[in-house]
């Protein structure tokens, strides 16, 4: 019995405090301000949502929190033979799925945005082919430099997917009605979970230390400032030229990490 009381807070802590809810939020906030502040060339603040929370957003806050509690962050309650990278892929996956059925009319380039994502869920289990293995700490741990390939095209890809599926390329719903910019809460709850889930995925484990905190926060928030500058980049394309992008270049090239992965893992056998 007490076993299981220890086993109910451990994972209350971890879904409501860290690195679930709280550190989803306060990640999510300062990343946000900061994508807002470097992306608009004015200076005025971007003001809060108005509307109450949607269904979308609280399924997307819930898909968060299971991604979120994954990842290999220090200190994190959930044991790690616990945590599974495919929990974490199809938490986040369900957050789009989520807006596409739900509000598909506000969402921009339907189609392609579920072909990214189908990419980005490439990027995500391809570094699992030869360690066997769906636990988020093995993965970032394996430094076999057969895999070096497989790991560097996954990561690639992995990037190139972010700005789309963060809503930070230029394409907008015919739907959307220009105006002052507002904090986007969606956002906001899965800045963490995305650059969290790289950091745990490429980067190998950081020690369950206050060292190891602040390297753990430091690289996700080096990948937020990454994704950041991609989307800066891919706003000042335009969206004729994002598009033909996406389309023409992004999906060959995950075809191509998909011929690397099922390759190495002949090879590796």
């Known amino acids: 019995m007490i076993q299981i009381l220890a086993g109910i807070a451990t994972h209350s802590v971890a879904l409501l405090l860290?690195?679930?809810?709280?550190?989803?939020?306060?990640?999510?906030?300062?990343?946000?301000?900061?994508?807002?502040?470097?992306?608009?060339?004015?200076?005025?603040?971007?003001?809060?949502?108005?509307?109450?929370?949607?269904?979308?957003?609280?399924?997307?806050?819930?898909?968060?929190?299971?991604?979120?509690?994954?990842?290999?962050?220090p200190f994190n309650p959930v044991p790690g033979e616990e945590r599974s990278i495919v929990l974490a892929s199809v938490g986040l996956a369900f957050t789009v799925w989520a807006e596409l059925a739900l509000t598909v009319e506000f969402v921009a380039e339907p189609g392609l945005l579920l072909v990214i994502q189908l990419c980005w869920l490439l990027a995500v289990l391809g570094p699992a082919v030869q360690p066997e293995s769906l636990r988020p700490q093995v993965l970032g741990n394996v430094l076999v430099p057969g895999l070096l390939p497989v790991k560097v095209a996954c990561a690639f890809l992995y990037?190139?997917?972010?700005?789309?599926?963060?809503?930070?390329?230029?394409?907008?719903?015919?739907t959307e009605r220009r105006g002052r910019q507002r904090l986007d809460g969606r956002r906001i709850l899965?800045?963490?979970?995305?650059?969290?889930?790289?950091?745990?995925?490429?980067?190998?484990p950081s020690a369950d230390d206050a060292a190891g905190v602040v390297r753990f926060f430091a690289l996700?928030?080096?990948v937020a400032a990454v994704v950041i500058v991609a989307g800066i980049v891919v706003q000042r394309r335009g969206a004729a030229i994002v598009r033909g992008t996406y389309t023409r270049a992004v999906t060959p090239f995950a075809a191509l990490v998909l011929a690397i992965v099922v390759v190495t893992s002949i090879l590796m056998r």
């Open 18 to 73: 860290y690195p679930g809810l709280a550190a989803m939020i306060a990640f999510g906030i300062l990343v946000e301000l900061a994508w807002m502040r470097l992306s608009r060339r004015d200076s005025e603040w971007p003001e809060l949502p108005r509307r109450r929370p949607s269904p979308v957003l609280g399924t997307v806050a819930l898909c968060g929190l299971l991604a979120s509690v994954q990842l290999a962050a």
């Open 159 to 174: 990037l190139l997917c972010l700005p789309a599926l963060l809503r930070l390329w230029p394409l907008a719903p015919p």
């Open 190 to 204: 899965t800045w963490f979970p995305y650059c969290g889930l790289f950091t745990t995925l490429f980067v190998p």
């Open 220 to 222: 996700t928030f080096l």
